[in-house]
T-cell receptor
Framework: EAGVTQFPSHSVIEKGQTVTLRCDPI?????LYWYRRVMGKEIKFLLH????????ESGMPNNRFLAERTGGTYSTLKVQPAELEDSGVYFC???????????FGPGTRLTVT | QKEVEQNSGPLSVPEGAIASLNCTYS??????FFWYRQYSGKSPELIMF????GDKEDGRFTAQLNKASQYVSLLIRDSQPSDSATYLC?????????FGKGTTLSVSS
């Protein structure tokens, strides 16, 4: 069974540009999470989807970040416009309904110059 | 005050020794805790889940939870060079996971 996949693995963009990150969860996992780790800090929660609905978006830093999960399958996280402080590694995780383990993807390293 | 505190290390142990990783947390209402292992440049992977006071053993790994002291630990017996990684102490907070910064473990052969 394929694990959580994320695309791209690395993105370098200039300040003010737009970037879209994609996450494909494990098939059948209703729960999908986005996390971010900025340099020198801990991994921090951004938001949680149950199927296509946002269950908790309390960790989203500001309105430059937009997450979607159309159809309850893959999810995208768009940053528009990107700022320097958005640089970091963005992780996606998924979990089966009723389970306790979140399975993490390999992450997307975003560098904003 | 950080929610989950870990010593960043590095913690260096020789092969075959016991590695002891510690973590404290600030939210007394926390119920469930995880230890994730993360190799450099890779995704975090779950190695232990604990929610009851006391010890939980799985192979060479033992997790210990003391809710009165707000303390979680992970013991790795017979440490191997392949155990060299960053170990993340994590607590469950509603739908989210709250991570510590991680402790880097280095096992020398």
């Amino acid at each position: 069974e394929a694990g959580v996949t994320q695309f791209p693995s690395h993105s370098v963009i200039e300040k003010g540009q737009t970037v879209t990150l994609r996450c494909d969860p494990i098939s059948g996992h209703d729960n999908l999470y986005w996390y971010r780790r900025v340099m020198g800090k801990e991994i921090k929660f951004l938001l949680h989807f149950v199927k296509e609905s946002k269950q908790d978006e309390s960790g989203m830093p500001n309105n430059r970040f937009l997450a979607e999960r159309t159809g309850g399958t893959y999810s995208t996280l768009k940053v528009q416009p990107a700022e320097l402080e958005d640089s970091g590694v963005y992780f996606c995780a998924s979990k089966v309904a009723g389970g306790y383990e979140q399975y993490f993807g390999p992450g997307t390293r975003l560098t904003v110059t | 005050q950080k929610e989950v505190e870990q010593n960043s290390g590095p913690l260096s142990v020789p092969e075959g020794a016991i590695a002891s990783l510690n973590c404290t947390y600030s939210d007394r209402g926390s119920q469930s805790f995880f230890w994730y292992r993360q190799y450099s440049g890779k995704s975090p992977e779950l190695i232990m889940f604990i929610y009851s006071n006391g010890d939980k053993e799985d192979g060479r790994f033992t997790a210990q939870l003391n809710k009165a002291s707000q303390y979680v630990s992970l013991l790795i017996r017979d440490s191997q060079p392949s155990d060299s990684a960053t170990y993340l102490c994590v607590r469950e907070a509603g739908t989210a996971l709250i991570f510590g910064k991680g402790t880097t473990l280095s096992v020398s052969s």
